[in-house]
């Protein structure tokens, strides 16, 4: 039987929640995974206090790295630069927005661009996915940049086009789409529905 809890939560100190399992079948490995708004780390019942705690607040500091890494990608300035980025690599620079950010009123589409303004704003809700699908809607919108009369017209499908994985994302973000519709029908939502890519741009 393990001397402590199999069990035991708590908060470290910059408001890390952190779940530990103590697990008697488990022998030398130990894990960590965010699960349940928590970091869970598995560890072997059999370790004792001293070297338990030393893997613990490794695993922590591990977590704890990775999550500035990604904070750090998702800042306004990180998104500024990969828009500039993406629009040399397929458009020559053609694109030139002026501004682009994050913003969190924006529920029913994935992007907007305005090209008075020579402006992009993403919604919040692609920093939960994968950074070649929030790639896509980028590139979708700076598209509308350099072809700001062409709609989604057959031009403007030529140089979305350009982007390698655009079915892989067009999938991904029809299903997500799908999902959060059905979701809010549930809810008795409607007014909540996506609508995903549809007159994103703003003249």
Do not use: C
């Amino acid at each position: 039987m393990p001397a402590f809890p199999n069990t035991v939560d708590f908060v470290a100190p910059d408001e890390i929640p952190v779940r530990i399992l103590r697990s008697a079948k488990r022998k030398k490995t130990i894990s960590s995974q965010w699960r349940d708004n928590r970091l869970i780390i598995q560890v072997p019942a059999a370790l004792d206090e001293r070297t338990e705690r030393a893997f613990v607040e490794e695993m922590i500091a591990k977590y704890r790295k990775g999550r500035q890494a990604r904070t750090a990608g998702l800042t306004d300035d990180a998104l500024a630069h990969r828009a500039a980025s993406l629009d040399q690599q397929y458009f020559a620079g053609k694109a030139a927005p002026q501004s682009v950010r994050w913003v969190a009123n924006q529920n029913k589409r994935w992007g907007s661009a305005s090209y008075r303004q020579r402006s992009i704003r993403l919604s919040v809700t692609l920093q939960h996915m994968p950074s070649w699908v929030q790639d896509y809607v980028l590139v979708h919108e700076l598209a509308h940049l350099v072809a700001p009369s062409a709609g989604h017209g057959p031009g403007f499908q030529a140089l979305l086009n350009r982007f390698e994985r655009r079915a892989h994302a067009d999938i991904f973000l029809e299903a997500f789409h799908a999902g959060y519709n059905a979701h809010a029908k549930e809810l008795g939502r409607d007014e909540d529905e996506l609508s995903g890519f549809g007159h994103d741009e703003e003249q």
